[in-house]
Nanobody, 119 residues
Framework: VQLQESGPGLVKPSQTLSLTCTVS??????????WTWIRQPPGKELEWMGA??????YYRPSLKSRISISKDTSKNQFTLQLNSVTPEDTAVYYC?????????????RGKGTLVTVSS
């Protein structure tokens, strides 16, 4: 399974961050997996942001008012949208596949993409 993130590397404060993950070698229609976004701000630990699965969407409580994850099964892609960004949202963003909602249950990860929030 391969995952590849794409999207702008620079977003202005108060705008919406939008990233797409293209999946190859695995199907988003499978009911076995949780397609998940995680991020790592500079100097900080990895943070689980949210996931989408056949059972629904799941979000980190602290991000729930700003985050949305959707999927396009015809393109085998899933997308992250994060609204009203601030410089604190600057991070390397990874799309991943998890086998459950447990934060340690990741089995595949993209290479990551740096998104900087700055005017």
């Amino acid at each position: 399974v391969q995952l590849q993130e794409s999207g702008p590397g620079l977003v202005k404060p108060s705008q919406t961050l939008s990233l797409t993950c293209t999946v190859s070698g695995g199907s988003l229609t499978s009911n076995l997996y949780y397609w998940t976004w995680i991020r790592q701000p500079p100097g900080k630990e990895l943070e689980w942001m949210g996931a989408i699965a056949s059972s629904g969407s799941y979000y980190r409580p602290s991000l729930k008012s700003r985050i949305s994850i959707s999927k396009d099964t015809s393109k085998n892609q899933f997308t992250l949208q994060l609204n009203s960004v601030t410089p604190e949202d600057t991070a390397v963003y990874y799309c991943t596949r998890y086998r459950s909602l447990a934060e340690t249950d990741m089995d595949y990860r993209g290479k990551g993409t740096l998104v900087t929030v700055s005017s």
